[in-house]
C-alpha cells in the first residue's frame, strides 16, 4: 500500500514558466515533508522540505505548499529552467521515526527551452 | 568535501551467489541509511545504523539481507542466494545525526541478478 503517490509520472513545461509538482499522502502521521531531486546515474539530492506546522516554505525559485486537510503537498519550480529537467521525488516522515523517510515513485521533468 | 560513495557502481551476478555492496559515507556522519529502488517504484527503506548499531532493520525484505557497519564509518549490505527480485538500484545515505531530516545520498549500486 502505497503511502506517498505521484500520480504524474512526468511532466513537460516550457523554459521560464511554472512547474507544478503534485504529492498526495495517506498516513497522517507524517510531520515532515521533503523533496529530493535526481539526475540519471546520481543519487537523489535535498531540494527543500517542509514541517507539517506550516503551509508554505520558500527558497529561491523553489516553493513547497502544504495541505494538510488534503493530504497533498506540491513543489512550485519558478521560472523553470533547463537544467531544473530531472526526477523529483517526493518523501515523508513520520512523528518519532524522522530518520525513515517514505518515497513516491517519482515524476520525471522535462523543461524545453 | 567528499560525498557519500557505493561501490561497486554496477553488479551483475548470478541467481543464487552472495553479493556484498559498499557505502562509505561523509565523514562525521553518525546515522546511515539504506534503500533500495526497484524499476518504476520509489526508494524503500531498508536499514538504519545509528554509529555501528542498527536501531530500525525492520524494512530488510529478508533474512538473506544484512548489513553492519564498523567504526562508525563504512558499511556493507550482503545479500544471500541473490535471487531475481533482488534487481534494483541500492542507495546509501547518510546524515549528521540521526534527528536530520536531510539525508545525503551516493550515486547507488545497480544489482542484476541474472
Known amino acids: 500500500d502505497q503511502q506517498v503517490k505521484q500520480n504524474s509520472p512526468s511532466l513537460s513545461v516550457q523554459e521560464g514558466r511554472i512547474s507544478i509538482l503534485n504529492c498526495d499522502y495517506t498516513?497522517?502521521?507524517?510531520?515532515?515533508f521533503l523533496w529530493y531531486k535526481k539526475y540519471p546515474a546520481e543519487g537523489p539530492t535535498f531540494l527543500i522540505s517542509i514541517s507539517s506546522i506550516k503551509d508554505k516554505n520558500e527558497d529561491g525559485r523553489f516553493t513547497v505548499f502544504l495541505n494538510k486537510s488534503a493530504k497533498h503537498l506540491s513543489l512550485h519550480i519558478v521560472p523553470s529552467q533547463p537544467g531544473d529537467s530531472a526526477v523529483y521525488f517526493c518523501a515523508a516522515s513520520l512523528i518519532g521515526s524522522n530518520y525513515k523517510l517514505t518515497f513516491g515513485k517519482g515524476t520525471l521533468l522535462t523543461v524545453n527551452p | 568535501g567528499a560525498g557519500v560513495s557505493q561501490s561497486p557502481s554496477n553488479k551483475v551476478t548470478e541467481k543464487g551467489k552472495d553479493v556484498e555492496l559498499r557505502c562509505d559515507p561523509i565523514?562525521?556522519?553518525?546515522?546511515l541509511y539504506w534503500y533500495r529502488q526497484s524499476l518504476g517504484q520509489g526508494l524503500e527503506f531498508l536499514i538504519y545504523?545509528?554509529?555501528?548499531?542498527?536501531?530500525?532493520k525492520s524494512g530488510l525484505p529478508s533474512d538473506r539481507f544484512s548489513a553492519e557497519r564498523t567504526g562508525g564509518s563504512v558499511s556493507t549490505l550482503t545479500i544471500q542466494r541473490t535471487q531475481q527480485e533482488d534487481s534494483a538500484v541500492y542507495l546509501c545515505?547518510?546524515?549528521?545525526?540521526?534527528?536530520?531530516?536531510?539525508?545525503?545520498f551516493g550515486p547507488g549500486t545497480r544489482l542484476t541478478v541474472l
Open positions: 498516513n497522517s502521521m507524517f510531520d515532515y
Open positions: 565523514s562525521g556522519h553518525t546515522a
Open positions: 545515505a547518510s546524515s549528521l545525526n540521526r534527528g536530520d531530516n536531510e539525508q545525503f
Open positions: 545504523f545509528q554509529g555501528n548499531s542498527a536501531p530500525d
